[in-house]
């Protein structure tokens, strides 16, 4: 499958997934959990969405030409958001901290390298 593909389907995976769970956020979760957690929720939610979009234009431009930057962009971006998103959602759905709460910064570096390798693809590619 193309990198272009990938990256879309994932897009829209993240998109579908991260608007479904900021509606049950702000309808379902508001009267479950602490406002801490809460929070915590919809950093995980906006970090999802955020990506998803980062996602979306990685695709458009994989659509173009592919490469090794924006390749690496794909792959950082999904797992980052994997990694950070996930890791903050089964931390407060599952009260298991130990390994969930290392993959979150983790995830969070996956995600800078993805906006890295994004702007690294700009200064080579765009010129």
Known sequence: MSLSRVSLFVASCFGLTGV???ALGAHALR?????EKLLSYETA?????????LLL???ILATHQE????RAS????TAGTLCFSGSIYMLLFT???????????IGGL???GAWGCLGGYAMKEMR
């Open 57 to 59: 234009a990685l695709g």
């Open 20 to 22: 479904g769970a900021g």
């Open 74 to 77: 794909v792959w950082l971006a």
């Open 45 to 53: 939610v906006r970090y999802q969405l955020l990506h998803a979009l």
């Open 31 to 35: 009267s479950v959990l602490a406002p």
């Open 110 to 112: 996956m995600l800078l």
């Open 95 to 105: 009260g298991i901290g130990g390994l969930f709460g290392i993959v979150t910064p």
């Open 67 to 70: 490469n090794r930057l924006l």
